[in-house]
C-alpha cells in the first residue's frame, strides 16, 4: 500500500523546494492536501509524480512542480479573493483555499464539479464555494478578486477577464503557442494591464480559452 503522506512529502523534497517554490504557507498548504484523493483511483499511485495525471475529458491535474509555481508566481495573500478556473476535481481550490481568505472556484464538467464540491466538503474546506459553469466567463458578480487561478493552456484571454481583478490583482496561466508554453503574470494597474513571464510551461488548451481562427478560403 502506498504511504501518501511519504509521497507527499518526496514531493515537496524533490520537486517542490528545488524549483524555489519555498514560501512557508504554500509548503504547508502542499503537505496538508492530499492530492491523490483528486485523481481516478487507478492513478492514485502516480498522484506525486512530476507529471500532468489525466482526468476526464482531456483535462489534467497539473504536475505539482508547475501548479506549486504558478501559486507561488500568484503571491496569494491571507486576505485575497481567489477565482480558481477550470479547477477539475478541485485540487487547486483547496490548496488554495489554504493561503487566502476565500476562493470561488468555477468548473464546467458537471461531474469534475460534483467529485470536486464532495472533496471539498470531506475536507472541510469552508471556505471555499464551486460552482459549474464556465471558466471562460470568470464569476463577475462575487469579484472583484485579487487572484485569477486558471488550471490549464490559453491560446487567447476570454474577453472581460481580466475586467474581473482588482487594481493590483494577478492573473496567473499558462499561455501556449503550439508544443511552446510560458506561465505569465498579468498585473491590473492604475492605467491598464502590465504582464511577466514567470516559468516554462505546458498544458492542454481549455474549452473557450482557444485563440479565434480567422476563417480562410
Sequence with gaps: MTDYAAARRAMVDTQVRPADVTRYGIIEALMWAPR???????????????????????????????????????????????LDLAPGTGYSTAVLARLAVAVVAVEADEALAREAQSELEALEVMNAALSAGSPAEGDAPHGPYDVIFVNGGVEELPRGLTDQLKEGGRLVAIFVDGPVGRVKVITRTTDGFSERRAFDASAPVLEGFERVRAFEF
Excluded: C, H, Q
Excluded at 475529458?57 to 496569494?76: C, D, N, Q
Design 36 to 82: 491523490e484523493r483528486f485523481v481516478p483511483a487507478a492513478s492514485r499511485d502516480v498522484a506525486y509524480v512530476e507529471l500532468d495525471v489525466p482526468l476526464k475529458g482531456g483535462r489534467v491535474l497539473l504536475a505539482p512542480r508547475t501548479f506549486a509555481k504558478m501559486v507561488e508566481a500568484a503571491s496569494i495573500g491571507p486576505g485575497d479573493l481567489v
